[in-house]
């Protein structure tokens, strides 16, 4: 109880009971039940402290202190809270969800009271998003808004800041933006050859195991197992919070095993440029694609390259989306992609089949015109 004194202001303390319509706090010190509830001063002057120490508790006697619940709060004052939260800051998509609270959630909504946040609302926001040139912007850019809107005041709704959260009333439409682009045998060894030499392991190991962007550049040595040929993903490090064991193909474990004689001892991370944890390839990706001639690929179309690979060679589903770290067959099929060479193959097999298993079908090398 009483003052604390911290780096950026004094707090006073106090045990509280709330209210039976949970619009006040109430002075309950001793008394079963009653919460520590802490108030920030918002100074480092002891005097000043003392006397709002005294107004807090004679507002407490009186059952005056309004609850969090009962204070109108504006959407741009929980929004600073919530991305100040730990475990918001402790998500994967923390720096991206920053842009959109602050560039485009609170711009829009900012002003309103939190509690006075209606579906329209949402829906008048996804009318008018637009790109920084003006232009519409995407379905699924809006979309990630959504999400990021969705998520920020299901989170008030926990605190007891909301009753309903608006944004879960209005779906989220369908971007239809599945793709199917793999490279071709004849692009993936001419991207590979003209890659940069940082560059071309990051692009084994999404192009052989699937693994995603993230899950690559922070991979550190110690989850490296060349002896068993493993690579150990914690739940941490992957965007499914799932661990997972990747088995390596011969290609990437010689390729770790290469870049394990001439690590740097001054960082764990496997993948490096200049001596520092690699974090970023987009300039040297593009540039690896202008130099091979390949158009419409992004680095995440990989996956679907390892996924559609890992079908052809007659991988089981299942061991399958275990290495890539799908959670659904509906992931898998999206990522696998079914070209006129596959259809061809399966029309081939079938005829195998049935000149073995099938009395009277013709056999095409005997077969006359």
Same mark, same amino acid.
């Given at each position: 109880m009483?003052? +604390?004194?911290?780096?950026?202001?004094?707090?006073? %303390?106090?045990?509280?009971? %709330?209210? %039976?319509?949970g619009k006040s706090w109430s002075l309950a010190s001793g008394v079963p039940g009653a919460k520590k509830k802490r108030w920030k001063v918002g100074c480092l002057n002891k005097t000043i402290a003392r006397e709002m120490e005294a107004a807090i508790k004679t507002r407490l006697l009186l059952g005056h202190e309004k609850t969090e619940q009962a204070k109108p709060i504006l959407f741009r004052e929980w929004a600073k809270a919530y991305l100040e939260l730990e475990s918001v800051k402790r998500l994967r998509s923390y720096q991206d969800r920053v842009e959109i609270v602050e560039k485009q959630l609170v711009p829009f909504f900012g002003g309103k009271i939190l509690t006075s946040i209606v579906p329209q609302d949402v829906e008048t926001y996804r009318g008018q998003r637009k790109k920084k040139n003006g232009n519409p912007a995407s379905i699924q850019t809006v979309n990630n808004d959504h999400i990021v809107l969705k998520h920020c005041l299901n989170v008030a709704v926990r605190r007891g800041l909301l009753q309903i959260n608006p944004a879960t009333r209005v779906p989220l439409p369908d971007p239809q933006n599945a793709r199917d682009r793999v490279l071709t045998e004849e692009e993936w060894s001419k991207l590979h050859q003209v890659a940069k030499p940082h560059l071309k392991p990051v692009l084994q190991l999404a192009y052989q195991l699937g693994q995603r962007f993230g899950e690559i550049v922070g991979l550190t040595w110690d989850r490296v197992d060349l002896k068993r040929g493993f690579i150990t993903l914690r739940s941490q490090d992957t965007k499914t919070k799932k661990p997972r064991q990747v088995p390596m193909t011969p290609d990437v474990r010689m390729t770790l095993q290469r870049l394990a004689k001439v690590r740097s001892l001054s960082t764990r991370h496997v993948f490096t440029f200049k001596g520092k944890p690699l974090q970023r390839i987009s300039r040297s990706f593009r540039t690896a694609l202008k130099n091979a001639g390949i158009t419409d690929f992004r680095f995440h179309d990989l996956r679907h390259c390892a996924s559609t690979n890992l079908r052809r060679a007659g991988v089981d589903t299942a061991t399958a989306m275990k290495i890539v770290g799908h959670q659904s067959e509906k992931s898998w099929k999206r990522y696998n992609a079914i070209e006129e060479r596959d259809l061809l193959e399966a029309a081939l097999k079938v005829?195998?089949?049935?000149?073995?298993? +099938? =009395?009277? +079908?013709?056999? =095409?090398k005997t077969e006359s015109l």
């Open positions: 009483g003052l +604390t004194k911290r780096r950026d202001s004094y707090y006073v %303390e106090f045990r509280v009971i %709330e209210s %039976e319509d005829q195998k089949y049935l000149q073995k298993n +099938t =009395p009277g +079908t013709l056999d =095409p």
